[in-house]
Nanobody, 124 residues
C-alpha cells in the first residue's frame, strides 16, 4: 500500500495550488490532508470519507481549501486557493482502512497510511 503525494511548489500569496495523492494497493474509507511547518506540530487541514460527499475542514482551511476524490483513479486532491504565507508547510496525505467517526478525522492517529509529504511555499 502506498500513498504518493505531489503537486507542491512555490506560489505567490493569493495564488492557488492543487495537490494530488495517488493511492495504490487498496481502497480506503477516509482520506485527509495534514501539514507541518518548521518548528510546529502537525496540523489537520481537511478530510473526507471516501464514499461520502461530506467533508471536515480545519479552521485554517475553511473557505479556501477543498478536498475531492477521483474514485476511478483512486486519487484524492487538495485544492488550495487564496494561499497565504502562513500556509507554507510540508503537506501530507493520509488514509485509513478503518471506519472513523467524523469527530476523529482531525486526529492523525485515525490514519494508518501516510504519504511522503510535498512542500508548499507561499511567498509574500
Amino acid at each position: 500500500v502506498q500513498l504518493q503525494a505531489s503537486g507542491g511548489g512555490l506560489v505567490q500569496a493569493g495564488g492557488s495550488l492543487r495537490l494530488s495523492c495517488a493511492a495504490s494497493g487498496r481502497t480506503f474509507n477516509a482520506v485527509g490532508w495534514f501539514r507541518q511547518a518548521p518548528g510546529k506540530e502537525r496540523e489537520f487541514v481537511i478530510a473526507a470519507r471516501w464514499n461520502s460527499p461530506s467533508t471536515y475542514t480545519g479552521d485554517s482551511a475553511k473557505g479556501r481549501f477543498t478536498i475531492s476524490r477521483d474514485k476511478d483513479k483512486n486519487t484524492v486532491y487538495l485544492q488550495m486557493n487564496s494561499l497565504k504565507p502562513e500556509d507554507t508547510a510540508v503537506y501530507y496525505c493520509a488514509a485509513t482502512t478503518g471506519r472513523p467517526i467524523v469527530s476523529s478525522l482531525p486526529n492523525p492517529a485515525t490514519y494508518n497510511y501516510w504519504g511522503q509529504g510535498t512542500q508548499v511555499t507561499v511567498s509574500s
